[in-house]
């Protein structure tokens, strides 16, 4: 536990947190808002309850002390499934012989050298990484949210267990009906190529075209009509 605090507390490991915070808040700003939320919400109603890094929308922290980390194909079914991972591997390893982060179902293997930070929805895709070379070192370092915590809090900071047990027939009626939904809400969250293409990184213009209930995955990626791109180049 000790150790655990001193890695929290260490001024390098909180510009590494800083910076996947906002590469979430960047790339997935409206997830990033729901973190941000139920954080923040969970920290009142529960105050013995301690942050890992302040301002932070990430609720979890894991550090793979290795020194060789590497792990086998897997998924991590308890993160919340329509959000982010962030992953930042460190020390000295060669990242053209070994520490590459393959995304199976995608059929990607990517080079991810020391220093890097990637995010990937790592509930929803089977990943692993490549084993380093002999005498190198490689540590790992992850953000994330676990799906339970978004379901305590939508309960009224209860377990499911407590809310079925206590819920009135209109209460059972509408988690269902939000349960049936959830999947196209969520996929609404992630920010779409396009909207950065057209500098709007928030999303906003989306939203106020009404556009953050679409059901049609083709819609997904049409361009927004009342939007022009900007000067900045925006290829695919």
């Not at 309850?49 to 020194?67: D, E, H, I, Q, V």
């Not at 993160?79 to 590459?100: E, I, K, L, V, Y």
């Not at 809310?163 to 009626?173: H, K, V």
């Not at 950065?196 to 049409?222: F, P, Q, V, Y």
Request: net charge neutral.
């Amino acid at each position: 536990m000790t150790a655990v605090q001193e890695l929290l507390q260490n001024k390098a490991i909180q510009r590494i947190s800083g910076f996947q915070n906002a590469l979430f808040n960047m790339f997935g700003h409206k997830n990033y808002l729901e973190h941000k939320v139920t954080n923040d919400e969970l920290l009142h109603k529960q105050p013995e309850l301690r942050a890992n890094f302040p301002n932070n929308a990430f609720a979890a922290t894991t550090f793979n002390l290795g020194p060789l980390s590497f792990s086998p194909p897997h998924m991590d079914p308890d993160n919340r499934a329509s959000s982010w991972c962030a992953d930042t591997p460190m020390g000295p390893f060669n990242p053209d012989q070994g520490g590459h982060l393959v995304l199976w179902d995608l059929g990607l293997v990517i080079r991810f050298p020391p220093g890097s930070t990637i995010l990937f929805p790592s509930a929803l895709i089977t990943h692993s990484t490549i084993p380093i070379q002999a005498g190198e070192t490689r540590y790992a370092m992850i953000q994330y949210s676990s799906g339970g915590l978004f379901r305590w809090r939508e309960n009224g900071f209860q377990s499911d267990k407590t809310f079925l047990a206590t819920a009135s027939p209109e209460e059972l009626m509408a988690r269902e009906l939000a349960r049936v939904s959830r999947w196209k809400l969520s996929l609404q969250k992630f920010t779409r190529w396009t909207d950065i293409c057209h500098d709007d990184w928030r999303g906003t213009a989306r939203t106020k075209a009404g556009l953050d209930e679409l059901s049609e995955l083709s819609d997904l990626e049409e361009p927004l009509p009342a939007l022009r791109p900007t000067k900045r180049l925006c290829c695919r």
